[in-house]
């Protein structure tokens, strides 16, 4: 199934999601010089995967060979971002910073690159979300990348500190990158 199927079968709902984090990544790309090809298809392909069953993310990982550690065995859509990347990268679409960007997308990781960090803040503030600091967490991001990258950061750890549910040990080291930001600065 070509990478346009896989999109056409995704609901108005997630292909609405997809187009607004276009927007925000065509935004942060202007603001920062980013490749606004690589933007623009990183936010095409970031959720490709998204909609797959659980059943059906776990199967996908195990054929194209991504590690299933204990927090995506426990909750398998934090594969869709992994299973995304070697799909475009199987299609000869994008470059290692796209896929980077899309594999840890949900989680974050130290060392992401300005790509990486773009689509983790899209992904958060796209204008669909629904939270007080959305916006504002949007206009630091335009302002200074690395800064709203660890503000949305640490607003999606709040979140899921709030509902009780685990941080990826990802989550944890790119938290800690951005508290050593933070002290350097």
């Not at 195990?62 to 594969?79: C, D």
């Not at 669909?128 to 949305?152: H, I, M, N, T, W």
Request: hydrophobic share 45%; proline share 4%.
């Amino acid at each position: 199934m070509t990478l346009e199927e896989r999109f056409g079968q995704l609901s108005q709902y997630r292909r609405d999601h997809i187009a607004r984090v276009m927007d925000v990544m065509e935004a942060l790309a202007n603001a920062h010089g980013l490749a606004l090809e690589d933007a623009c298809l990183a936010g095409w392909g970031h959720d490709l995967a998204r909609e797959l069953a659980r059943p059906d993310l776990k199967a996908q990982a195990q054929y194209l060979k991504i590690p299933i550690g204990l927090e995506e065995a426990a909750e398998p859509v934090l594969l869709h971002g992994p299973i995304a990347a070697q799909w475009l990268k199987r299609a000869g679409r994008g470059n290692e910073s796209v896929w980077t960007a899309i594999r840890f997308h949900t989680t974050a990781a130290a060392g992401l690159d300005s790509l990486g960090q773009a689509l983790f803040i899209a992904d958060g503030v796209e204008p669909g979300r629904q939270y007080p600091e959305r916006a504002a967490l949007f206009e630091l991001s335009l302002r200074d990348l690395k800064a709203g990258y660890c503000a949305v950061l640490d607003q999606t750890r709040r979140y899921l500190l709030w509902r009780a549910l685990p941080l990826h040990p990802d989550m944890h080291k790119a938290l800690a990158e951005c508290a050593d930001h933070v002290t350097a600065t």
